[in-house]
């Protein structure tokens, strides 16, 4: 069994506050419910993302507040998500309950869609925070930090030809 830390809370405040924020928009060519269906896919973010090896949804479909899931970052870094924020086809909100790594204090995302005339302009806001130790660190990786952050909604675009596998369709 993977050994878990437990974070400290982190909302909307924290989203918009925190030292280590990167905010991202990409516009796609599908309208918002194409890109929302990808979004929370049994695939989401694995077949975009070049750092996500794995995903697991720990919540029954429908999905909405209070829905789980793990995300396996590269081998070893497992995060346990929690959503305080689900407004099915718009916007989903989580924050990182525990992670199989110290050093982590706070870290939430925030995705939002809005319909534009081309598609749909995904914004998608990542906020992390470490623990005392771990701060300079953070500091120093913040431009890493953000290009990783990039790459994976990035990735979102750049596959712009998916086709969504989401159990039960």
Do not use: C
């Amino acid at each position: 069994m993977t050994e878990r830390f437990a974070l400290a809370s982190a909302g909307d405040t924290f989203l918009r506050d925190a030292d280590h924020r990167y905010r991202h928009v990409v516009d796609l060519p599908q309208n918002s419910r194409a890109v929302w269906n990808r979004l929370t896919a049994d695939d989401a973010l694995v077949s975009w993302s070049p750092v996500i090896t794995a995903v697991r949804w720990t919540s029954t479909r429908p999905f909405g507040i209070g829905t789980t899931r793990v995300v396996t970052v590269g081998r070893f870094i497992r995060l346990e998500e929690r959503f305080y924020r689900w407004q099915d086809g718009s916007r989903m909100t989580f924050a990182v309950k525990s992670a199989s790594i110290p050093g982590l204090n706070r870290f939430a995302e925030d995705i939002q869609l809005e319909q534009i005339s081309t598609g749909t302009r995904l914004t998608w806001t990542f906020a992390l925070e470490g623990k005392a130790v771990l701060r300079p660190l953070l500091a120093t990786a913040s431009p890493v930090a953000r290009s990783v952050t990039k790459a994976i909604a990035k990735g979102l675009a750049d596959g712009a030809q998916w086709e969504t596998r989401e159990a039960g369709r």
